[in-house]
Antibody
Framework: EVLLVDSGGGLVQPGGSLRLSCTAS????????MTWVRQAPGKGLEWVAT????????YYVDSVKGRFTISRDNAKSSLYLQMNTLRAEDTAVYYC?????????WGQGTLVTVSS | DIVLTQSPGTLSLSPGERATLSCRAS???????VAWYHQKPGQAPRLLIY???SRAPGISDRFSGSGSGTDFTLTISRLEPEDFAVYYC?????????FGQGTKVEVK
């Protein structure tokens, strides 16, 4: 069974940083592209970033380019999202997903709140 | 970017009724790379339909998808209590991947 566990969310001040993690199991992590999607409170879904299987290619939505970095550690079956210079509008539940477009499996999400 | 517009915003129906949800793209989606998800409060989205009309594993045959080009439809033949949720369409033809704003299916 595919299992994705998101963690690392919390309350952070504007301009601060946070690192999210997604631990995967139940599938060969090393062969799959992975994605982060976010959902602001009461709002819809927004694709944030995607990384290819070996970690050599990363893609971002324009609003986070230069501030967020997606990475992975295939030895640990883990996906990360380093978020810097956080803004109030980054407040959301962040989900990791298996895949680069179609997302058949999702983590449970982790809440990031950016507020002073 | 491909903008997906879902309609209606809210659909009020009774259990046993048929639901028809629309998703219109701002430009043609190649290879019908459109998916549908539903999301219940406090839960992650769940994949229902991919490639516009293929059901994901474990999804009831009450759910069906259709469409091509710029117009796509999700149909729920007979609503069950667990089907009342928010439904999102998504295109994965081009980057950035985009989602519709959602259609809420609520109990009438």
């Amino acid at each position: 069974e595919v299992l994705l566990v998101d963690s690392g969310g919390g309350l952070v001040q504007p301009g601060g940083s946070l690192r999210l993690s997604c631990t995967a199991s139940g599938f060969n992590f090393t062969t799959y592209w992975m994605t982060w999607v976010r959902q602001a409170p009461g709002k819809g879904l927004e694709w944030v970033a995607t990384i290819n299987a070996d970690g050599s290619k990363m893609y971002y939505v324009d609003s986070v380019k230069g501030r967020f970095t997606i990475s992975r550690d295939n030895a640990k079956s883990s996906l990360y999202l380093q978020m810097n210079t956080l803004r109030a509008e980054d407040t959301a539940v962040y989900y990791c997903g298996r895949g680069s477009g179609l997302l058949p499996d999702w983590g449970q999400g982790t809440l990031v709140t950016v507020s002073s | 970017d491909i903008v997906l517009t879902q309609s209606p915003g809210t659909l009020s129906l009774s259990p046993g009724e048929r639901a028809t949800l629309s998703c219109r793209a701002s430009q043609s989606v190649s290879s019908n790379y459109v998916a549908w998800y539903h999301q219940k409060p406090g839960q992650a989205p769940r994949l229902l339909i991919y490639d516009a009309s293929s059901r994901a594993p474990g999804i009831s045959d009450r759910f069906s998808g259709s469409g091509s080009g710029t117009d796509f439809t999700l149909t729920i033949s007979r609503l069950e209590p667990e089907d009342f949720a928010v439904y999102y369409c998504q295109q994965y033809d081009s980057s950035p991947r985009t989602f519709g704003q959602g259609t809420k299916v609520e109990v009438k």
